[in-house]
């Protein structure tokens, strides 16, 4: 019973904050979230907390897509469509393309693992703890690396940061015992 108010609770959280959209006001968005941690609370009340979370957060996320259809709308082609840009082949950029998959897929992950292990190594944790800090941390902090190092221009420059950051770190690898 209390799942089925929690699912209506969530639907009537999802119709509020439609409504806030539609009319542009804030008022009826803060009943909705109000709501929508309500109809949470009675889902991990329902199911537990680990499937509550889950029905709290995906339940919402799928009723939303009836609203999302019947707003949709077909804007007019622009004018002005811009061309895609044709192939290219020429060494220079083969190379260079090549160059950038390497720096990607092996030195920058290199350097993350060492900042990763450098950083956990200085955690208060058990070896248990610093692993599982580790492996949330490792794909997040090589992912923030690559796209710095994609949207910069100066590539050089930042590689050269990346190592000084990980010459910092092997030292602590090394001496600080795990």
């Known amino acids: 019973m209390l799942s089925v108010a929690a ?14 959209w539609r009319t542009q006001a804030s008022t009826y968005l803060y009943i909705g979230l109000t709501v929508w941690l309500v109809s949470a609370v009675c889902w991990s009340f329902a199911q537990g907390w680990e499937f509550g979370v889950l029905y709290a957060l995906c339940v919402p996320a799928i009723l939303v ?4 259809a019947s707003n949709q709308t077909q804007l007019p082609q622009p004018k002005n469509v811009p ?8 060494r220079g950029t083969v190379l260079g393309n090549i160059a950038n998959y390497i720096v990607v897929l092996v030195v920058l992950l290199v350097v993350s693992v060492l900042v990763t ?5 200085l955690l208060p944790f058990s070896i248990a703890g610093k692993l599982a800090t580790a492996t949330v941390m490792l794909p997040v902090l090589w992912g923030l690396i690559v796209y710095h190092y994609l949207a ?5 420059k930042v590689i050269g940061a990346y190592a000084a ?4 770190c092997v030292p602590i690898l090394i001496f600080l015992p795990m």
């Open 65 to 68: 897509w009836p609203f999302i």
């Open 152 to 156: 910069t221009s100066h590539k050089i």
């Open 165 to 168: 950051l990980s010459a910092a």
């Open 117 to 121: 292990l450098g950083i956990c190594a």
């Open 83 to 90: 061309q895609p840009r044709g192939f290219d082949f020429s």
């Open 7 to 20: 699912g209506g609770l969530t639907f009537a959280a999802l119709w509020v904050v439609y409504n806030s």
